[in-house]
């Protein structure tokens, strides 16, 4: 019996180490419950869940029924995919957000597009919100944040504020905004105008459900 209890032991030890050795090699942790997780991360910093990985074209978005990201479909149930250059970033949602429709919102979490390397798919990651991108799509407001990892070692853009992108790096400005613009196909969207990353902060606070 003892010796049933040492192997036990042993075995459970190999997969936890194996375990936490795959979440550190990988660098991300993925919650089991990505709606569950808390708006801001520890030292005041910005959760976000990526739906969309940087340099993919495949639309996937979190099922909260099902539990899983799923292909996002046409209405013909055609899987979707972005006819356009890349996503120029992890994208995803901001947990415990939820614009709802009463307050003029689309019913989904915030969105948010986050500067940096690639990450895969249910990533959570700390960021840093630098700023907003305001559009409108088929006549109703969407906006999109626009941030960097909390992490210096995973950002491929070194800003830490929307003037810095601005003015340090304008031709990566006027690329996420063209992209925007675009990615849905020609004069689907609309340019409203940018914001700074107080007002991101604003509209973030303005729409968490914690």
């Known amino acids: 019996m003892a010796n049933q209890l040492s192997a036990r032991l042993i075995i ?46 495949d639309k996937f978005e979190y099922d909260s029924e099902r539990r899983k990201f799923v292909h996002d479909t046409l209405p013909n149930g055609t899987k979707r995919r972005i006819q356009f250059l890349p996503y120029p970033g992890n994208y995803g949602f901001i947990p415990s957000t939820l614009m709802d429709k009463e307050r003029g919102g689309d019913g989904d979490p915030l969105d948010v597009l986050v500067v940096g390397q690639h990450a895969p798919m249910g990533s959570l990651i700390a960021v840093e919100p630098i700023g907003a991108l305001l559009l409108k799509d088929r006549g109703e407001l969407d906006t999109k944040i626009i941030a960097v990892p909390a992490d210096v070692n995973q950002r491929s853009l070194p800003a830490s504020t929307y003037m810095e992108l601005l003015l340090e790096y304008p031709a990566a400005h006027r690329i996420i905004e063209e992209w925007f613009l675009n990615y849905k196909g020609p004069k689907q969207m609309e340019l409203i105008r940018w914001e700074d990353e107080t007002y991101a902060w604003d509209e973030i606070n303005k729409w968490r459900t914690e």
Do not use: H, S, W
């Not at 419950?33 to 869940?49: C, D, F, R, S």
């Open 12 to 57: 459970y030890l190999i997969f936890t180490t194996f375990f936490f050795q795959c979440k550190r090699d990988n660098g991300f942790e993925r919650p089991r419950e990505p709606y569950g997780v808390a708006t801001l991360a520890e030292g005041g910093k910005l959760n976000m869940i990526v739906e969309i990985p940087a340099g993919t074209n």
